[in-house]
C-alpha cells in the first residue's frame, strides 16, 4: 500500500493572457496521505481549480510531475480516472435532468446501479429522495451539492477530489458537507477538497494554504496554527472599528484585525503589550478586554500571505 | 432617522410565500445584516426593498420612498453591489468610474473628483488605466464597492460582497463598509461568513421567509445562548422545514 | 454499449424537455417550405395588367372590360404599342400585357393560332404562372360566350411569353434546396453547439473522468439528431409531394438514402466544428458563417450556380450541399438513378470521411 495517494511536486502552469503568459500555478508541491482529508485552503483565484483538473488529468502541468495512487497523471490517465469521483467547482450536472434522472445517468455511465453502492451514498440518498422528481437546476445551493457529491460517489471512487463544494452554499448546508466528507473518510475514501472559508480547514487531517498560485505552507490544521511564530492578543470593546483604528495607529503594534466582535492584535515584542494595555485604558477608556488567545487558521494565513507579498 | 422601513411586506409566486410578512426598520448609517440559509427569501426581500421586484402585500419604504409607486427614486438613491455584479472587465478602471458615474447622474467635474478619491482610498493610483480584468479579486471587490457608492446613496446594498475572497482583503472591505457607514450610508448587507456578521450593527436571521430573529449580534448571543453568531444561524436554520427552493 | 444507450437516453431526454426546440425543428421545414413552395406567390388580386389593342373590335373591348371586372386583374392602361408595354413590364408598373392582334376576331373564326398574347412579368414564376391561367381562363370564356360558343376556347390560342425566367424554375428547384439547408441546420448547428454546451456548463470535466469513451459522447450526442433528421426527411418529403405537388420521378429509397448520407455529413462537420470550438458562440458562429451561409448562398438553393462567376463557381465545389442538392434535384425531378448520381455520392461520402479524420484528429481527452 502506497502511503500517499496524491503527490504532486514542482507543478507549474501558466495561461496565455493578454500580456504574454500568466502564471497559475508555480512550483506546487504537496502529498495528501491515504484515507485522510486534505484541504486545499485558498482564495478564489490561488490556483485551486488549476490544481484539481491537473490533478484529474484534466491537463497537464507545463513542468512538475503529479502521481495518483503510483501512477503517473500523464501517461496512466485512463487507469487514474477509472478510480477517482470528480466534482468540479462549477455545477456539473444537468439542470434540465431531474435529480433522479441525473444519477441514474451518472451510474449508467460509470457501468453500476444506484444500488450497488447505497451504503456509501445512502446518508446523502435519503436527503435528495424528497426531491428525486426535480429539476436539478431548481434545487437550493446546497441540495446540488449534495446531489453533485452523491454522483460523484456512485462508482464508489478510492479518491474523491472536491473542487470548493460549499462555495454559495450557506453555514449549516456546508457543516453537512463536511459531515458527509467524514463519513466517506471513515469508508477509506482519501478526499481531496478545497474551500475559501479558512474556518472550514480545521476539518481537515492535513491542508495546505494556496494563495497567488504559491503554496505557502502545508502540514495538519493544529501544526499550522502552533507554527504562527507570535503570541495573538484578543482585544475586546464597544467599539471594534474605532479599537481597530486606534489599535493600528499605536508604534508597537505588529498588526491588527478584526475577527468578528474583537481584534487580533500582534505586538512588536512580548513586552509591548503592556503598553498596549496601559494606552487602550488611557485613551479608549474603561472596559476594554484584553486576553492572551491562540491564532486561528485565518490569522495564519494572513501572516503568510503577508509574508509572501514582502 | 429610518432610511429602511418595512411592515408586514409579503411576495407570493403563485402558491410559494417566499417572504411572509417581515416587518424591519434601518437606521441612517446603521449596517444590517440580513442573514438566512439558502432559499429563505433573502433575495426576494432584498429585490423589493431595491425596488426591482413589486411586493404581494405589505408595505415598505426605502431612502423615504415608497416601493411600489416611488422605484425610480429608490433606485435614485441607493448602491448596489453583488460578486456577481461586476464591473466592465474589458474597461480599465477610470472608465468603469466614468460609466458609472456618468450613469447616476453625476457631472464632469464630479466623477472627475470621485476618480482621483477612489484612486486614492485604494491606493490604485497608477492602475486607472488599466483592465478591470487584469486586477486581483480583492482589488475588483473593492473598486466595486467604490463605485456603487460612487453617487453618495442614503443606502448601499450588497449581496455577498466577500465570497471567495481571501481573509485579508475581506477584512479591508469591511473596513471600507465602516468607513462608508461613517459618513452616513446604510448599509444592508448578507453574507455567508458568519464572522462578518459580528461586524453588524443589527442582524436579522430568515428562516422560511420570516424574521426568527433579529438585534444586535450580542443581544442575539446572549438570547440563545451563543458563543458566537454561527451558533445562532445553525440553531435558527435548523428549524427550517422549506429544505429547498 | 449500455453506457452508450445511457448516453443516448440522456439526449433524447434532454432535446424533449426543450419542447421550443422540438418544436422549431418541425415547424421550420414546414414553414420553409411553404413559404418557398407557396407563399412566395403572392394573392393575385388586382394585379395591374396593360392593354396593346390592334384590332379595336367588340370582342377585344368586352374582353378588357370582363377581365377588368374581376378581382383578379385592373387595368392599368390601353397602349399604342409593344415598346411601351415593354417598358412598363421592366419598371415592374404592371404584371402583364395583353396583345390583341388586328385580325382578332375574323382570325378567330379561321382558328388561326395566337390571335391574343400575353406577356408575364415571370420573376416571380409562381405568381406568373397563376397570373396566365387566370388570365387565359377569362379570355376563353369571354370568347366563348361572345361568339355565341361558335367556336370552342380552345382555338383561341393565348400565347404566354415569359419575362426574365424563362424556366419558370418554382418551388420544384426550392425542395432540394430547402431539404439541404435544413437538414445542415439540425446536424451541424444542433450537434455542434449541444456538444460545445457540455464543455461550457463543465459537465464534460465529469464525463471525461468517467469511463465513457470520448468517441461514445460525441456518437452518442449525434444519434438523436440523426433521427429527428431522418423524420424531418420524410416530413418534407411527404410535405413536398402532396402538398406541393412535387414530383418524385426516381426512387424513394434512393432519395432517402443520399439524405441519410447527407445528414451523416452534415454531422461529422458538426462534430468537427465542435472540437474547434470552446463556446456554444462561437460553434454557432462557425456553423453558420462558415458552413451554412455558403450553403444558402453557393449551393445552387437559391441562386443558380450556372450564373456565378469563375471563382465562386469554384468555391461552390466544395460546398457540401451543393452536391446533395443537385443530386436530389435530379432524383426527384428527372428520376435519375443511383448510376447517375454515383458521383455526388462518392464526392459526399469522401468529405464525410475527410471531415471525421479533422474531427478525431482534434479530439481531445484533456480540457485544453
Known amino acids: 500500500m502506497l502511503n500517499n495517494i496524491i503527490t504532486v511536486s514542482g507543478v507549474s502552469k501558466f495561461y496565455a493572457g493578454a500580456s504574454g503568459r500568466v502564471p497559475a500555478l508555480v512550483d506546487v508541491s504537496f502529498d495528501v496521505p491515504q484515507g485522510c482529508i486534505f484541504g486545499l485552503i485558498g482564495p478564489d483565484g490561488a490556483g485551486k481549480t488549476t490544481t484539481f483538473r491537473i490533478i484529474a488529468t484534466l491537463m497537464l502541468p507545463d513542468c512538475g510531475e503529479v502521481t495518483v495512487s503510483g501512477l503517473s497523471a500523464k501517461r496512466d490517465y485512463r487507469e487514474i480516472r477509472r478510480f477517482i469521483g470528480y466534482m468540479p467547482g462549477r455545477f456539473s450536472l444537468y439542470q434540465d435532468l431531474s435529480v433522479q434522472e441525473n444519477l441514474e445517468f451518472f451510474a449508467r455511465i460509470f457501468g453500476v446501479k444506484i444500488g450497488d453502492n447505497l451504503g456509501l451514498i445512502e446518508g446523502i440518498y435519503s436527503q435528495l429522495e424528497p426531491f428525486k422528481n426535480r429539476l436539478a437546476g431548481r434545487l437550493s445551493g446546497g441540495m446540488k451539492q449534495k446531489l453533485a457529491l452523491c454522483c460523484a460517489l456512485i462508482h464508489c471512487p478510492r479518491l474523491l477530489l472536491l473542487d470548493e463544494p460549499t462555495t454559495g452554499v450557506d453555514p449549516v448546508s456546508r457543516q453537512e458537507l463536511w459531515e458527509i466528507l467524514g463519513a466517506m473518510r471513515s469508508k477509506g475514501i482519501s478526499v481531496l477538497v478545497s474551500t475559501p472559508y479558512m474556518d472550514e480547514a480545521m476539518n481537515c487531517d492535513k491542508m495546505a494554504f494556496i494563495s497567488k498560485g504559491k503554496i505557502l505552507k502545508t502540514g495538519s490544521p493544529q501544526n499550522i496554527i502552533d507554527s504562527f511564530p507570535q503570541q495573538v492578543y484578543r482585544v475586546r470593546g464597544p467599539d471594534a472599528f474605532r479599537l481597530l483604528k486606534f489599535l493600528r495607529g499605536l508604534p508597537c503594534v505588529r498588526s491588527a484585525y478584526s475577527f468578528g466582535d474583537s481584534c487580533h492584535v500582534c505586538v512588536k515584542s512580548t513586552s509591548d503589550i503592556g503598553d498596549v494595555k496601559r494606552l487602550l485604558a488611557r485613551d479608549v477608556g474603561p472596559g476594554i478586554k484584553v486576553e492572551e488567545f491562540s491564532a486561528s487558521l485565518e490569522d495564519c494565513f494572513i501572516r503568510l500571505a503577508q509574508n509572501d507579498d514582502n | ?245 | 454499449m449500455g453506457k452508450f444507450f445511457a448516453f443516448v437516453g440522456k439526449e433524447f431526454r434532454q432535446i424533449s424537455r426543450d419542447k421550443r426546440s422540438v418544436a422549431f425543428l418541425f415547424i421550420l421545414p414546414i414553414v420553409l417550405l411553404i413559404l418557398f413552395g407557396f407563399a412566395i406567390t403572392n394573392d393575385i388580386k388586382e394585379s395591374s395588367f396593360a392593354v396593346v389593342d390592334n384590332s379595336k373590335s367588340p370582342l377585344s373591348h368586352s374582353i378588357i372590360e370582363r377581365l377588368n371586372a374581376s378581382e383578379y386583374f385592373k387595368l392599368y392602361d390601353v397602349l399604342s404599342s409593344r415598346n411601351e408595354a415593354d417598358t412598363l413590364l421592366r419598371r415592374g408598373i404592371v404584371k402583364a400585357v395583353v396583345v390583341f392582334e388586328s385580325k382578332l376576331e375574323s382570325g378567330a373564326l379561321r382558328g388561326d393560332k395566337a390571335q391574343i398574347g400575353v406577356i408575364l412579368d415571370a420573376c416571380d414564376p409562381n405568381e406568373s404562372y397563376n397570373l396566365s391561367n387566370y388570365m387565359k381562363a377569362i379570355i376563353s370564356h369571354e370568347c366563348a360566350r361572345k361568339t355565341g360558343c361558335r367556336f370552342s376556347a380552345p382555338r383561341i390560342d393565348v400565347a404566354s411569353n415569359m419575362f426574365y425566367n424563362p424556366q419558370l424554375k418554382s418551388a420544384y428547384d426550392f425542395v432540394p434546396g430547402v431539404m439541404g439547408l435544413i437538414l445542415f441546420l439540425i446536424c451541424t448547428l444542433m450537434t455542434s453547439v449541444g456538444i460545445v454546451r457540455e464543455k461550457e456548463m463543465g459537465n464534460m470535466e465529469v464525463l471525461l473522468i468517467s469511463p465513457i469513451r470520448p468517441a461514445y459522447i460525441i456518437i452518442a450526442k449525434a444519434v438523436p439528431y440523426f433521427i429527428l433528421s431522418v423524420l424531418i426527411v420524410a416530413l418534407s418529403v411527404f410535405l413536398a409531394n402532396s402538398l406541393l405537388g412535387v414530383p418524385i420521378r426516381g426512387s424513394v429509397a434512393l432519395v432517402f438514402g443520399i439524405s441519410l448520407l447527407y445528414t451523416l455529413l452534415a454531422l461529422t462537420i458538426g462534430i468537427m466544428v465542435s472540437t474547434l470550438a470552446n463556446t456554444q458562440q462561437t460553434a454557432m458562429f462557425i456553423s453558420t458563417s462558415v458552413f451554412m451561409l455558403p450553403t444558402v448562398l453557393l449551393s445552387g438553393m437559391v441562386f443558380p450556380v450556372e450564373n456565378m462567376p469563375k471563382i465562386l463557381q469554384c468555391i461552390s465545389e466544395i460546398v457540401p450541399a451543393k452536391w446533395y442538392i443537385s443530386a436530389l434535384r435530379d432524383i426527384m425531378l428527372k428520376g435519375a438513378t443511383l448510376r447517375f448520381v454515383a458521383g455526388n455520392i462518392a464526392i459526399m461520402a469522401l468529405m464525410t470521411l475527410a471531415f471525421s479524420l479533422v474531427a478525431l484528429a482534434r479530439f481531445k481527452t484533456r480540457l485544453e
Not at chain 2, 418595512?6 to 407570493?12: H, P, Q, S
Not at chain 2, 402558491?15 to 410578512?21: E, P, Q
Not at chain 2, 419604504?61 to 416611488?70: E, P
Not at chain 2, 433579529?214 to 458566537?228: A, I, Y
Open chain 2, 1 to 245: 432617522m429610518m432610511t429602511i422601513e418595512a411592515e408586514n411586506l409579503t411576495k407570493r409566486f403563485g402558491d410559494f410565500i417566499a417572504v411572509d410578512s417581515i416587518s424591519f426598520g434601518v437606521e441612517r448609517g446603521e449596517i444590517f445584516g440580513f442573514l438566512g440559509a439558502n432559499g429563505a427569501g433573502k433575495s426576494t426581500a432584498m429585490r423589493m426593498l431595491c425596488g426591482l421586484l413589486t411586493p404581494t402585500s405589505g408595505r415598505a419604504k426605502v431612502a423615504g420612498f415608497d416601493v411600489y409607486t416611488q422605484s425610480e427614486q429608490i433606485k435614485r438613491n441607493i448602491g448596489y453591489m453583488s460578486q456577481k455584479f461586476s464591473l466592465y472587465g474589458d474597461l480599465t478602471v477610470g472608465e468603469n468610474i466614468k460609466f458609472w458615474g456618468g450613469l447616476y447622474g453625476l457631472s464632469y467635474s464630479e466623477i472627475r473628483a470621485r476618480k482621483s478619491e477612489i484612486m486614492d482610498v485604494l491606493g490604485m493610483g497608477s492602475l486607472e488605466n488599466s483592465f478591470v480584468n487584469s486586477l486581483p479579486l480583492g482589488w475588483k471587490q473593492k473598486l466595486s464597492f467604490s463605485i456603487s457608492i460612487i453617487h453618495n446613496p442614503q443606502i448601499v446594498f450588497l449581496d455577498e460582497p466577500t465570497g471567495g475572497v481571501d481573509p485579508l482583503v475581506r477584512r479591508k472591505f469591511w473596513e471600507m463598509i465602516f468607513d462608508a457607514s461613517r459618513r452616513g450610508i446604510t448599509v444592508f448587507v448578507t453574507t455567508h461568513y458568519l464572522d462578518e456578521a459580528e461586524y453588524c450593527d443589527r442582524v436579522s436571521v430568515m428562516v422560511d421567509g420570516k424574521i426568527r430573529a433579529m438585534g444586535s449580534p450580542s443581544e442575539l448571543k446572549r438570547k440563545f445562548s451563543q458563543e458566537k453568531m454561527e451558533g445562532v444561524f445553525k440553531v435558527l436554520a435548523r428549524t427550517a422545514k422549506r429544505k429547498s427552493d
